[in-house]
């Protein structure tokens, strides 16, 4: 899939790091560093905007190095960017630490997925085919 992109930042563009890698690594694109207070959110530009097909989204991940050694994560994961869509990309942050975070021109920031998704119709009714799980959910299969 070949898909449009205008690129304003500093950055090459965003790249697989491996053969089998889902995603591709934003990169923040900042005049000047941006410091995350603990539990303070904010949205990192990155200077991209994209042109998707329709029938695909782009969805914006955290990346687990940044919030198993940082506590900082991407507060609305998986953050979705539609094919209408023609603004800059930007990764709203959150700092679930008890440390200020620093996030600098070029850090990587988030990963981007690209992925094919379907348009339904809702067909209404009064009721649901059986299963065996039913109604159980929140939990109900255990933790082991």
């Known amino acids: 899939m070949t898909i449009r992109i205008v690129n304003k930042s500093d950055h090459a ?3 697989y790091e491996s053969e089998a890698s889902a995603g591709m690594d934003l990169r923040a694109q900042l005049d000047e560093a941006i ?4 539990l303070q959110r904010g949205i990192v530009k990155t200077g991209l905007f994209i042109e998707l097909p329709i029938g695909v989204e782009a969805q914006v991940r955290p990346r687990s190095g940044m919030a198993i050694k940082h506590g900082i994560t991407v507060l609305n994961a998986p953050g979705t960017i539609d094919a209408d869509y023609r603004g800059e990309i930007g990764v709203i942050l959150v700092n679930l630490s ?3 975070f620093t996030i600098n021109h070029g850090d990587r920031i988030a990963q981007l997925v690209i992925a094919k998704h379907e348009t339904i119709t809702w067909k209404q009714t009064d ?5 065996a799980r039913g109604t159980a959910g929140f939990g109900s299969t255990g933790i082991k």
């Open 13 to 15: 563009l965003p790249a």
């Open 35 to 38: 410091v995350l207070t603990p």
């Open 98 to 100: 008890d440390t200020p």
């Open 127 to 131: 009721k649901l085919s059986d299963s």
